[in-house]
């Protein structure tokens, strides 16, 4: 009676998992490979979208120093650049405008310099351009101005929604809603 006694023991103490405790583990460890799928989405979206807007930044910068070459093509309105004028808001590239040494004048160096910057734009960020304003109008009076660089990107997470996000102008975001544009803002004077 004490051998038999001791096997049942023995019994309950090896007994293993039953079929609900193993579908509750992993039910749970659904859960949590679910949430560490939409990290790692959003780890590997986070630096293309982050290049993105470096590389923004950089052909602003070289918008400015281009313009702040050539002050008084600024001052004469030259390097204005609405988004809609000639831009269809696609992949294709824009053609150049060519300044030749002898008969370059300041127009036509602006004229260069936006198109080389708009077809460095549409070349490097998906499907981009650029706006440049001035701030009041003419840009005469006070020297500064305002340019967006402006591209599209896949959709993301409501998270990094550019619609909260970004400072787009009208022009950027009334036409496109989605994906809505993602834009960097760059205030500069010319001096």
Avoid: H
Wanted: aromatic fraction near 8%; proline fraction near 5%; charged fraction near 15%.
């Amino acid at each position: 009676m004490l051998l038999k006694k001791m096997n049942d023991q023995t019994r309950q103490a090896q007994s293993g998992a039953t079929l609900i405790e193993v579908l509750v583990a992993v039910v749970i460890l659904a859960f949590g490979l679910l949430s560490l799928g939409g990290m790692l989405s959003f780890a590997v979206q986070m630096p293309k979208l982050s290049a993105y807007r470096a590389t923004a930044t950089n052909l602003a910068a070289s918008y400015v120093e281009r313009i702040r070459a050539n002050p008084n093509a600024f001052v004469s309105g030259s390097y204005a650049v609405g988004l809609y004028e000639t831009s269809d808001w696609s992949f294709a590239d824009i053609a150049l405008s060519d300044c030749n040494y002898s008969s370059c004048t300041e127009t036509t160096l602006a004229a260069m310099d936006v198109a080389a910057v708009r077809r460095a734009v549409r070349r490097q960020l998906p499907a981009g351009d650029m706006i440049m304003k001035c701030d009041p109008n003419p840009c005469v009076q006070n020297g500064s101005g305002d340019l967006w660089i402006v591209w599209q990107e896949p959709s993301t997470f409501a998270a990094l929604d550019p619609g909260t996000s970004d400072n787009c102008p009208a022009e950027a975001t009334a036409l496109y809603t989605n994906p809505a544009p993602r834009c960097l803002y760059v205030r500069f004077r010319v001096e």
